[in-house]
Structures are given as C-alpha cells and as structure tokens.
C-alpha cells in the first residue's frame, strides 16, 4: 500500500509539469501500469468442476424448445379453468416481458414490440399466433401463423378478434406479482385503441392463468435444474471456504467479487445481488425488518465468526435460491462449539416439520405454515418460515409457505394450494440462545430448492447438517 501511494504521488509531480493533454495520457499510462500488477484470476482458476455438466446455449436452446411443445399442449386446459377465452403476451423490445421465453421460443426478441396470442378456438382446440416485427423461421415450429412478410400488428389483431370473438382477453394486468402486472401502459393502449372500447370491456387479468402456467413443471425439467443446484451449491461451498476465505484478512466484499467470478467462469449469471451475513459472540446482533441484517462490505472475517451466504444462478430458464453457513475455527478448535451444533439442529428440525410432516399436495401455504409453527412452539424452538416457489424465476409464482401466508389458510382457491411437482426454496431461520456466546442467540438460516412429491417436499440436493470449516 504504502509502495503504491509513493508511486501515485510521484505520478501526480510528474504531471503537474505536463501540458494537460500530456498529463491526462500520463495518467492514464499510470493507471493501466499499476492495473497491470494486481493479480486477475483466470477463468479456469474460478471454475468449479461442477459447471462442466453445464450444456452450451445451443444445446440448452433446443431442450428448452421441446419443454415448450410440452407447456403448449397444456395450455388449453389452464385457459378454460381460468376463462381466458384470449391470452395475449406482449414483449417490448428491451423491456422483455417475464412470459416471453416461456411461451415462445426462448431466443431474443427485438421486434420493437411483439405480441404472442393463443386463443381458445372451441371445437377447434388451441391456436396460436406471433406477431412480430421480423422474419424468424423458429416461430414456424411453434405458431399456427407468423408471418413470411411482417404484417403492421393492428391489422392482424383485428382480424384474430373479429374472427375468434373471445368472451374474456386475458393480459399482465392487475396481479399481485412482477410476471402477472408486466403489461406496459403503452402496449395496453395501444391494444385498447387497436381492438376497440367494446373489446377492452373483455380486458381481464391473466394472473391466475399465469400462476398456474409458471408453477406447473415437466418431468423433464427436473435433471437439468438439479444441476444447476449442483452448481449453486458447488459454487458457495467453495466460497466458503480456505480458497476463498483467509481470516483475519479477507472481508466480505471479498467473498462477493469470488461468487462474481466464479459465475463468470461457470458461464452462468445470478439473479440476485449474493449477500453475506457475519455473526460473532461479541458485539450487538445488527437486523433489518426482522431478519439478520448483511454485512458490509468492509467487514474483515475472523476466528470465531459465524458466516453465512444467500446465492443463487440463472440456467435453462431456471432459477436457483440457496443459503448456506460456515464457522472460522478459532486457533487451537477442532471443531464446532456444541452449542452452535444444537442451534443448527434447531434448523434441520424445522425443515423436517414443514416439509415431511405438514406439507402435501392440495395443502395451502397456510395451513402448512400455521401446523409447522404449532409444532416449533410445542418443541420450544424459535423459528421463522418464509419459503417461496421457485423454478421460473427465483421468486415465482404459486402458493408460499411464510408468516404472511397465514391467513389464507382456510382459502379454496387452486393457486393458493400446494400443486404435486412443483418446486420451493425452503427458506427459514431459527434463533438458538448459545452459552459458548454468554447465551447470545445466533441465527441458522436456511435456503434449499425442493420439489414436492405425495410424502412431502424433497431436496434436490442433501440439506446441510454441519458447518463448513474455515480453518
């Protein structure tokens, strides 16, 4: 440090004798010159082993494309238990609907604005329309109708309304989540003003078709997202560890620039910024809305810490959600105090109540949070449940199992049930008083993708039952 800040002081000199176009090129000779001596990690040196089950885009293309055939045969039924006599999906060049990769090819769409259109054609069976801006021989496959020649989009609207007179047009509008509120005020205008005042009067919300469509997997999907939790999971345990972690030196922005990298070799991105948690027995527990807060940055990891990680990956359409926790071993430990050991057995406990006792098929969110919670207070454990669907998008649509589905236990609505198959991050905490810290609580909070089968939820990888090490 101190080398560094002579050279830039003389650096500084050196120009100030410059005319100023010469002292901005000095300076910026300067500045790649010292870039040029911090070490850069290679992609290989990043690269978990994992991700070498990861398919190409190509590859990872085509697969997705025979899911879409799949998820196009259901379609119909789903639309004539919602009402949706006309669902129409609109994209926005730049501004990509949630819908667009999963109900038509998934590839880029920059058309200035698109429009996918199924409609329920009675006797007819489904049909299927694309609307774009451009040529594109992949939509052939999929849609009764894309164009050779692009047609202006209103023409072709009209003569779809007129022709099929649907009772209902299902759009991205008045939902409760992102996915199902994604219809700009634009494009709702300009359908408006396109199909008429009396075809607007059929303008209802496509939530619920929506929800269902998003939160009903395939069989195929599952080995594919599986090795995306395999890579999720790869990826923490490495950054929670000695390759990544030196106490005493290295801070948590540290081991958030490795999770960065070690995206970047894997050739996957994130969803979510990842965010580190620092626990220690002395010194105040710092929270934000209830939940223990993330550390800064500049925060140093030392002996004696309790970390843990929030971090997931985007691959095949998919997302992935994961917590995970480890202890530096102070100097001369072997192992994990007992007491730390007992707080996350607390964790392992809950899980095993919400996903193998109170959790089926046709359950609500509700109910399985409020049973759950009974027993954590009968067995005196301090607990939090916040789970939410995944698969789609991180946080996806379908029934959630949190303190703010509670309510809703008694509801009859399907949306608001457990649905066979689907996927869950199982996300919760419990709170354990530890003498090691004088009887300080320590939060075990964790994230694990499952998918729910008629015994309940199962993980997609093993749950985690000790610390990792930090030595």
Partial sequence: MHTLRVLLLAGLGAAASLSPAGAVAQDVRQRATVKSTKPTPSRTSMRVPEADALLPWSEQISIREQW???????????????????WVVVNEEFHDDPLSQYVAPPRPYTGNRDF????????????????????????????????????????????????????????????????TRSLGYDSYRFLAETLGPDAEKTFVSAGELTQEY????????????????????????????????????????????????????????????????????????????????????ATVIGRGDVVHVDFGISYMGFDTDWQKMAYVLKAGEKEVPAGLRQAMANSNALQDALMKRHSRPGATGGSVFNATMAEMKQRGIEAMIYSHPIGAQGHGLGASIDFRSALRSDTTAQNSRLRNGSYISIELNTATAVPEWGGKKVFVMFEDDAHLTENGFVFFRPRQEQFYLIR
Avoid at 72 to 85: A, C, D, S, T
Avoid at 116 to 136: H, M, N, P, Q, R
Avoid at 147 to 156: N, Q, S, V
Avoid at 224 to 230: I, L, Q, S
């Fill in 68 to 86: 879409l055939s799949k998820r196009h045969e259901m379609l119909l039924p789903m639309m004539r238990r919602h009402g949706i006599g006309m």
């Fill in 116 to 179: 996918f259109v199924f409609v329920d054609a009675g006797s007819e069976g489904l049909k299927k329309f694309a609307i774009t801006g451009y040529t594109e021989e992949n939509l052939a496959r999929f849609f009764d109708a894309p164009t050779t020649e692009p047609r202006p989009p209103a023409a072709t609207l009209r003569e779809l309304y007129a022709k099929y007179s649907p009772k209902t047009v299902g759009l991205g509008i008045r939902g409760t989540r992102g996915q």
């Fill in 214 to 297: 998003l939160d009903t997997r395939i069989p195929e999907e599952m080995e594919h997202y599986n090795t995306a939790v395999r890579v999720t999971e790869a990826i923490v345990k490495r950054a929670l560890s000695n390759d990544v972690i030196t106490p005493g030196k290295t801070t948590v922005g540290d081991v958030r620039k490795a999770l960065f990298d070690m995206l970047w070799a894997a050739g996957v991105r994130t969803w979510f910024q990842p965010d580190l948690r620092v626990q220690r027995a002395s010194g105040d527990v710092a929270t934000s809305r209830g939940f223990l807060a993330v550390a800064p940055e």
